[in-house]
T-cell receptor
Framework: DAKTTQPPSMDCAEGRAANLPCNHS???????VYWYRQIHSQGPQYIIH???NNETNEMASLIITEDRKSSTLILPHATLRDTAVYYC????????????FGQGTELSVKP | KAGVTQTPRYLIKTRGQQVTLSCSPI?????VSWYQQTPGQGLQFLFE???????NKGNFPGRFSGRQFSNSRSEMNVSTLELGDSALYLC?????????????FGPGTRLTVT
């Protein structure tokens, strides 16, 4: 079973920041938080990951709370092309290539 | 740099037949994982191959099998197809660097079993 809890859906206005929350209260010390997204009918796309520090790349920022029990993915200026299902996944590299996907958050970016 | 490619993209088979799907990973990636996606069950892990060895396996029946070749290309096979095997089959490749395990997914193969 997935170790994360996400809201099933969220809306965001185009051009505004989209903040997607994720709870992972049972995360272990060696587990990372990964975010992927899946645009309709395409394969999932890696976005970002982190262990305990906040991370930023060209796509998004990841904010992890100090106790690591929750995190937030931030898309700073959402566009219509960011409409997708966003998955928050807890992962440790001793799992091999096994990602356990939950139901994710369906983000709708509206004009 | 070319992404993950999967062939064929679409496939229609009949119950009882078998099917083989192919995945070519990103150059330099040695790990290939396979997933099944259905509306009811979502994305589920099938298995992972690394250096031609199955390293991890999900909770699927033995009708689902796979292999990896020395060039890291991978195939998965489903025998005795059932209607419930209709799904999008995705493969993902990963380079594997310490602490960094990003997976890059292909576009998937849409299998329909009639």
């Amino acid at each position: 079973d997935a170790k994360t809890t996400q809201p099933p859906s969220m809306d965001c206005a185009e051009g505004r920041a989209a903040n997607l929350p994720c709870n992972h209260s049972t995360i272990s010390g060696n587990e990372y938080v990964y975010w992927y997204r899946q645009i309709h009918s395409q394969g999932p796309q890696y976005i970002i990951h982190g262990l305990k520090n906040n991370e930023t790349n060209e796509m998004a920022s990841l904010i992890i709370t100090e106790d690591r029990k929750s995190s937030t993915l931030i898309l700073p200026h959402a566009t219509l092309r960011d409409t997708a299902v966003y998955y928050c996944i807890v992962f440790s590299d001793n799992q091999g290539g096994k990602l356990i996907f939950g139901q994710g958050t369906e983000l709708s970016v509206k004009p | 740099k070319a992404g993950v490619t999967q062939t064929p993209r679409y496939l229609i088979k009949t119950r009882g037949q078998q099917v083989t799907l192919s995945c070519s990973p990103i150059s330099g990636h040695r790990s290939v994982s396979w997933y099944q996606q259905t509306p009811g069950q979502g994305l589920q892990f099938l298995f992972e191959y690394f250096s031609e060895t199955q390293r991890n396996k999900g909770n699927f029946p033995g009708r689902f099998s796979g292999r990896q070749f020395s060039n890291s290309r991978s195939e998965m096979n489903v025998s005795t197809l059932e209607l419930g095997d209709s799904a999008l089959y995705l493969c993902a490749s990963s380079k594997i660097q310490g602490g960094s395990y990003e997976q890059y997914f292909g576009p998937g193969t849409r299998l329909t079993v009639t």
